[in-house]
């Protein structure tokens, strides 16, 4: 019925005219350059296939705010924005089978430990900063009907492994770049993918997608080990890469896609919780789940509209897990508070037990933070009564040692400060250093990086009513929080072009000597960790030739940070989930 009304639609230039009128009534607010509600651009959209346009409306993350029309306008909307790209790469295909991965070495999983560093030793790096400086393009892959190239890549054992905003996952040749397999799962993978032995001579590839479903597939073949969908709220999803640490998955869970639901007048804001859960990573059975907020919500108050609302809500965990082997304890940073009532869980880290899942501390870093989009929509009428400022700690909390023994807790956020917890004490804080100004989409965004003396800190502070606002590098005293050096963002060679500012929202990396951060402006720089001089800068908004054929093109670099393994660097480029440029290409980098 659905691919007979699609050739109606496309048939028929009243309707087709329809799709354009129907975009602008309903979707072009937010759409559009500049719109608080951080949704891409027609250009964006346009470059994805009709189908995943008409899935998200019919079925997927927009299908709430489509809400309001027939199935025959969502489907002339996807016919009017739709080019109808293939999903599927046109060559590139490796003239053999993969070998069986015979080690895990590389960067594999959001950071290669579980502290959550992003810290390369030198020789797991194979670079120093003389091989920085000589970096090149070894090979380009692009992303078929993608205009946000999600996912940070990883890399083990001479393979690359990849997920994208289609749901494909791409098993890569690191020297070549050639596809060894793909794997189509339900919905968006913009996890990382954790490598671990699977039975006795094995390897799984586990990651999870935009629905709450975790996969485990066969890292050789792509085969499909297991599934398992982690939370049925229809608003919920997998942002933060699982973490995999002796036999066990502990997957985080974001509650954030409805904080975008809450711009429909008529939706009952809020229901959806943040939750970690743990899987036995050979089956997928699940052993424990905490939600973020130990109460379910229930009705609160009427709004403006008459519609009941909801509360408590959201608390989102959008990033990575952090394991304390030594205390068996799981640090997870979340997010704010979607609706009344406020909760003591937002805006800071709940500490669980490695073996239970039960809370045995939480530390709150800014109260009161009750906060969805519909408070920078003009139809506010699910926004909290005294909002507050969308502070959530998204990046992942890093665990070191100080060289004297104390073991600090770094914990970035959104407010512009870097806190430093004592992981021993309950989280009692030890230090606090304000970088930036903080904001929706300010302060430390995706997450920094730490060797042994210093955390390297990317700002964003990204400023929806000026482009040439935020950006810049500063480096800490992890022991302190003492401000070393900072290193001010470089005027964007893009400025003028939609989704173009100097922000920093991309987490960082770091080898010895040196921390490489990725920027809005498309660049990916190097940066001293002696003084923040920049000895290395690519621009990657710029047409590539493909290893697979794919027409393809760099853009913003924003949630996902570059890894380095064996003397090479990845990286992918194209990030327009919050109005960035789009883009749709990983980046191989070698100095040989």
């Known amino acids: 019925m659905r691919q007979l009304l699609s050739i109606v639609l496309a048939l028929s230039p009243a309707l087709a005219h ?80 993969m070998e069986p991965l015979k080690n895990l070495d590389g960067w594999q999983g959001w950071s290669i430990d579980v502290t959550n560093r992003r810290f390369q030793p030198a020789a797991g790096a194979g670079l120093d900063a003389a091989g920085v400086k000589s970096l090149k393009l070894q090979w380009a892959f692009g992303y078929p009907a993608a205009i946000t190239a999600y996912g940070q890549p990883s890399l083990a054992g001479g393979a690359v492994f990849v997920g994208s905003d289609s749901g494909t996952v791409y098993a890569l040749d690191a020297r070549t770049g050639c596809t060894w397999w793909t794997f189509h799962a339900g919905a968006t993978v913009r996890t990382a993918i954790s490598l671990g032995p699977y039975g006795k ?64 007048p008529k939706y009952a804001c809020c229901t959806a919780r943040g939750s970690v859960v743990a899987l036995d990573a050979e089956t997928g059975r699940q052993i424990w789940k905490t939600y973020t907020i130990s109460d379910p919500p229930g009705p609160t108050r009427m709004s403006k509209e ?60 800014s109260a009161d933070d009750r906060w969805n989009v519909a408070c920078v929509n003009p139809d506010s009428a ?36 870097m806190s430093a917890l004592d992981p021993d004490a309950k989280g009692n804080i030890l230090w606090q250093t304000r970088v930036g100004k903080g904001g929706v989409l300010g302060g430390i965004l995706w997450g920094s990086a730490a060797d042994d003396q210093n955390v390297y800190v990317p700002l964003s502070d990204w400023d929806m009513m000026n482009p040439a606002a935020g950006g810049g590098m500063f480096a800490l005293r992890a022991a302190t929080g003492e401000k070393i050096w900072y290193t001010p963002p470089s005027k964007p060679a893009c400025a003028g072009q939609s989704g173009c500012t100097p922000t920093q929202m991309a987490p960082a990396t770091v080898i010895p000597g040196v921390v490489f951060s990725g920027g809005m402006d498309g660049h990916l720089r190097a940066y001293s960790t002696s003084d923040g001089a920049v000895i290395w800068d690519y ?26 393994s064996g003397g090479m660097l990845l990286v992918n480029s194209g990030y327009a989930q919050i109005g960035g440029m789009p883009g749709n290409v990983l980046l191989a980098f070698g100095a040989h």
């Open 18 to 97: 329809n799709g354009a009128e129907l975009f602008e009534k309903n979707c072009a607010g937010c759409h559009k350059p500049g719109s608080p509600s951080r949704a891409p651009l027609p250009e964006s959209l346009r470059k994805l296939s009709r189908q995943a346009i008409a899935a998200s409306l019919l079925t997927g993350k927009m299908l709430l705010q489509a809400a309001s029309l027939s199935v025959e306008e969502r489907e002339a909307i996807a016919d009017y924005l739709a080019v109808n790209q293939s999903d599927q790469a046109s060559g590139g295909r490796c003239a053999s089978a």
């Open 201 to 264: 001579d094995r390897h799984a590839a586990y990651f999870g997608d935009g629905h709450s479903t975790v996969y485990a597939v066969d890292a050789q073949s792509g085969a499909l080990l297991w599934k398992k969908r982690v939370e049925e709220h229809a608003l919920t999803g997998i942002t933060g890469t699982p973490k995999l640490y002796q036999g066990r998955l502990y997957v985080p869970v974001s509650a954030g896609v409805e904080e975008f639901a809450a711009t429909n």
């Open 306 to 365: 008459g519609v009941q609302l909801m509360g408590p809500s959201g608390v989102s965990v959008w990033s990575s897990p952090t394991i304390d082997t030594r205390r068996k304890v799981l640090y997870v940073g979340t997010g704010n508070d979607h609706s009344e009532p406020e909760t003591r869980y937002s805006d800071g880290v709940i500490a669980l037990d490695l073996e239970t899942g039960s809370m045995l501390w939480v530390k709150q870093l």
């Open 382 to 417: 699910n926004c909290p009564s005294k909002p507050g400022g969308d502070h959530d700690v998204g990046s992942s909390p890093i665990l070191i040692e100080s060289k004297g023994g104390k073991r600090i807790l770094l914990v970035g956020q959104k407010s512009g400060v």
């Open 539 to 564: 621009d990657t908004v710029r047409d590539f030739e493909t290893v697979n054929g794919v027409k393809a093109r760099g853009g913003s670099l924003g949630s996902t940070g570059a890894i380095v």
